[in-house]
């Protein structure tokens, strides 16, 4: 039996935080041995707010040697760059044409977005879903791994998938959006009640995957904690549970077993072990990172190789989407 598919991108822009490695990278590598796996540079949702063209190239490419140094196979999954790919701009069209205005100026994301780019409201930022819906249909996968802020993206995939095999006849499979929950939840060390992000204008409040080991020791020394002295999970002390989170997920422990870890120790040597644990996870995959960034012939080579094959997958369901939709190709 054939494999189920899955399909996940990420956007090469701002630093890549713990929490997108715990989050989102971390749980691709494990996914790939059991699913058929699609994942894809979002290059073109980046432009939706302002990049620096030679920023947006130099990030794509770090974050291509980041997934082969986290452990992705080029050989097992199919990892591109989305504008290396014609058909998502293509379905994107067609997927516009029947989305309403009204339920992508619905969308939490686009509300936010507006609100912090507001000199720069744009087409593309309001059909960021379109986009995302055009990435993921394609492929017709099964499930789509996605943090908690994407996935009212994923359900407006599955409405208009939905409605698409309503207007015109089965089409699309209906995707499931797959909710990675250990290390989604890593939060900022400034402010734990908000997620860790890396579009954080205070750069102590994430830990970058490229920072080094002193600048990571040092944000978590400086890490928001409380006024008592234990070290436990509870609702009423986020700074601490999330340090004692991303303990946990670097440590490769249970909640539980970082709480025993730490039971009766102060504050200070917490914070450290913390930092120490976190560095040395990620000594290694900075490393090949490096490596992989200066062999740029290595890394074009396997983006090349997966483009052609997303190529050939996507035109698949394109040509399907055209013939349904009338576009005269000879009768
Ligand atoms: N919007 C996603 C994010 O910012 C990235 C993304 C683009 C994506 N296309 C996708 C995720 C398709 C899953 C499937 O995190």
């Known amino acids: 039996m054939e494999n189920k598919v899955l399909y996940s991108a990420v956007q090469p822009s701002g630093n890549l935080t713990i929490g997108n490695y715990a989050g989102a990278i971390r749980n691709w590598v494990r996914m790939q041995s059991e699913f058929d796996c699609f994942f894809a540079i979002a290059d073109m949702h980046a432009i939706t707010v302002r990049q620096e063209p030679a920023l947006l190239r130099r990030r794509t490419a770090e ?3 980041l997934y082969l140094a986290c452990g992705i196979d080029p050989e097992r999954c199919t990892l591109y760059v989305q504008s290396q790919v014609s058909a998502h701009a293509e379905l994107a069209w067609a997927l516009n044409c029947i989305t309403y205005v009204g339920e992508m100026e619905r969308m939490t994301q686009f509300k936010d977005k507006s609100r912090k780019h507001a000199d720069n409201i744009n087409m593309g930022l309001m059909d960021y879903p379109v986009l995302m819906a055009a990435d993921i249909l394609l492929y017709q996968p099964h499930y789509v791994p996605v ?13 208009i998938a939905i409605r698409f095999n309503n207007r015109y ?3 699309f499979r209906v995707p499931e959006p797959y909710i990675m929950k250990e290390g989604a939840s890593i939060k900022s ?3 734990p009640a908000k997620k860790m992000s890396k579009s954080d204008e205070n750069a102590n409040a994430s830990v970058y995957l490229t920072d080094d080991k002193d600048t990571i020791i040092r944000k978590f020394k400086r890490a928001v904690t409380d006024s008592d002295n234990e070290i436990r999970v509870s609702p009423e002390k986020a700074g601490i549970s999330n340090l004692l989170n991303i303990y ?13 870890t730490f039971r009766g120790k102060g504050y200070g040597d917490f914070k450290l072990a913390v930092g120490e644990t976190v560095a040395d996870a990620l000594a290694p995959v900075q490393e090949e990172q490096r490596r992989l960034l200066s062999d740029k012939e290595y890394l074009n ?11 050939k997958a996507s035109r698949k369901t394109l ?7 009338g576009f005269y190709r000879g009768e």
């Open 63 to 65: 974050l291509a040697a």
């Open 147 to 159: 943090g908690a802020d994407q996935k009212q993206h994923v359900e407006i995939t599955r409405d």
């Open 169 to 171: 006849g089965e089409t």
């Open 189 to 191: 060390l400034q402010e």
């Open 248 to 260: 946990a997920s670097f440590a490769g422990c249970s909640l539980a077993e970082a709480e025993n």
């Open 301 to 311: 080579s396997v983006l090349q190789a997966g483009a052609e094959r997303a190529f």
């Open 319 to 325: 040509s399907k989407v055209y013939r349904k939709i």
